[in-house]
Structure formats: structure tokens, C-alpha cells
């Protein structure tokens, strides 16, 4: 009768520790979600170290949902460092959309500093992508 109680809280163990992974599985996610809205919030702040930061973490989790918003920053921030680290990001994220922007603040931003690092985040995409150490003609004749 001792064994017969003993296997079966055991069994009663074994059983319950799937829904305890889930229960943790599913704090981590809240936890994730409310960190990347930290994230996404700092993007908003008046402090450029924290919205520096905020852009390198985004594009170090690569937060496809920050895409925007840094695209908005890439395109309005006066600050270069900023604009800088924003174009970091957005090309760790690695998507089309994200890159394509890369790309476009390679051509277009004023700033030679913002502008050459772009295209270098931008030219590092392409030879990781296609596996070619050579610049693109179109980006090239543009600086």
C-alpha cells in the first residue's frame, strides 16, 4: 500500500510538470512582450543614451514590430549617433522592409557620417546575403 501510494504522487508529479513548463513558458513570453514595449517606449525618449540603447537592444532581439518606429527615428532623429545605432538595428532585423531602409539612409540621409555607415551596414547585408565582396553600382556612384 506504501509503494502504491508513493507511485502514484509520482504519477501525479510527472503529470502536472507539462503544465507548470507552460505556466513558465508563458510568464517568460509576458515577460518578453512588456520588455519590448520598454524598448519601443525608450525609442520616444528626449535622452539620446536611452534611446540609443533602446534601438541596439531592438535590433539585438531583432523586434520586427520596432521596424517602424525605427524607421521613423532613422528618418527623424537630428541626432547622428543616434540615427547611427538606429540603422544598426534595423539592419540586425534583417527583414526587406528594414533593410530596404538601411539603404535609403545610405542614399538620402544629410549627414556624410549617418550616410557612409548605412551604406556600410547595407553593403555587409549584401555580401552576407549573396556572398560578393563588391559594392552594388547603384549605392556606389551615390556617395
Given at each position: 500500500m506504501k509503494g502504491f501510494v508513493y507511485l502514484l504522487a509520482?504519477?501525479?508529479?510527472?503529470i502536472s510538470l507539462p503544465g507548470l513548463a507552460r505556466e513558465g513558458n508563458k510568464k517568460a513570453?509576458?515577460?518578453h512582450q512588456n520588455t519590448v514595449l520598454s524598448l519601443i517606449e525608450g525609442l520616444q525618449s528626449n535622452n539620446t543614451g536611452l534611446k540609443t540603447s533602446s534601438?541596439?537592444?531592438l535590433g539585438e532581439l531583432k523586434v520586427t514590430e520596432a521596424i517602424i518606429p525605427l524607421m521613423k527615428m532613422l528618418r527623424n532623429c537630428k541626432c547622428e549617433e543616434v540615427r547611427i545605432a538606429t540603422a544598426l538595428a534595423l539592419y540586425?532585423?534583417?527583414?526587406?522592409l528594414s533593410i530596404h531602409a538601411?539603404?535609403?539612409?545610405?542614399i538620402?540621409?544629410?549627414?556624410k557620417r549617418v550616410s557612409r555607415m548605412a551604406s556600410n551596414f547595407y553593403f555587409d547585408y549584401l555580401r552576407n546575403k549573396k556572398g560578393k565582396n563588391e559594392a552594388p553600382d547603384s549605392l556606389a556612384n551615390a556617395e
Open positions: 509520482i504519477l501525479i508529479i510527472l513570453g509576458d515577460n534601438a541596439y537592444m540586425k532585423i534583417g527583414t526587406p538601411v539603404k535609403q539612409a545610405g538620402f540621409d544629410e549627414s
